[in-house]
T-cell receptor
Framework: NAGVMQNPRHLVRRRGQEARLRCSPMKGHSHVYWYRQLPEEGLKFMVYLQKENIIDESGMPKERFSAEFPKEGPSILRIQQVVRGDSAAYFCASGNYNEQFFGPGTRLTVL | DAKTTQPPSMDCAEGRAANLPCNHSTISGNEYVYWYRQIHSQGPQYIIHGLKNNETNEMASLIITEDRKSSTLILPHATLRDTAVYYC??????????FGQGTELSVKP
């Protein structure tokens, strides 16, 4: 049973470009969570999605960030017009109710 | 959301038990105590969770005090690969995990 998959593992973008981070949950999991870890800081919750629904987006920055979890395919975290402050590790977790299993993360570097 | 207090760092000799304490005095009745660890910027790894009874699995044991205001994670025979940051998280199942600063455990030969 494959674990949570994230791709790409490393992503380099120039300021102003768009970044798309993908997360494929574990088989049978219908909940996806995104977390961000800025350099030398702790993990912060961003958004919680179930299939086709955003359940909690209280940790999402108000502008430039969006997330989706379509009926088919992976969950996508999209960052428009990236800035240097967006450089971080972005982790996705999946679960059903009582556990969250994390993927290896996507390390975004904004030049 | 309940706040937690953990020592920022601890050392443990390889092969000895590592006992990691956590204070969560404001935990609510429906919150479980979850423990995760993060090994050098990898994705966090689930370790164990409990509500009020002590729990044990292949990785660790969890001791929760009767008043549920604190808990201790026990790694019975620590190895060098257990060096990581350990997070104690009161968790309302189905919601978001709130990570504190955690305890940086260093297992030394």
């Amino acid at each position: 049973n494959a674990g949570v998959m994230q791709n790409p593992r490393h992503l380099v973008r120039r300021r102003g470009q768009e970044a798309r981070l993908r997360c494929s949950p574990m088989k049978g999991h219908s909940h996806v969570y995104w977390y961000r870890q800025l350099p030398e800081e702790g993990l912060k919750f961003m958004v919680y999605l179930q299939k086709e629904n955003i359940i909690d987006e209280s940790g999402m920055p108000k502008e430039r960030f969006s997330a989706e979890f379509p009926k088919e395919g992976p969950s996508i975290l999209r960052i428009q017009q990236v800035v240097r402050g967006d450089s971080a590790a972005y982790f996705c977790a999946s679960g059903n109710y009582n556990e969250q299993f994390f993927g290896p993360g996507t390390r975004l570097t904004v030049l | 959301d309940a706040k937690t207090t953990q020592p920022p760092s601890m050392d443990c000799a390889e092969g000895r038990a590592a006992n990691l304490p956590c204070n969560h005095s404001t935990i609510s009745g429906n919150e479980y105590v979850y423990w995760y660890r993060q090994i050098h910027s990898q994705g966090p790894q689930y370790i164990i969770h409990g509500l009020k009874n002590n729990e044990t699995n292949e990785m660790a044991s969890l001791i929760i005090t009767e008043d549920r205001k604190s808990s201790t994670l026990i790694l019975p025979h620590a190895t060098l690969r257990d060096t990581a940051v350990y997070y104690c998280i009161p968790y309302n199942q189905g919601g978001k995990l709130i990570f504190g600063q955690g305890t940086e455990l260093s297992v030394k030969p």
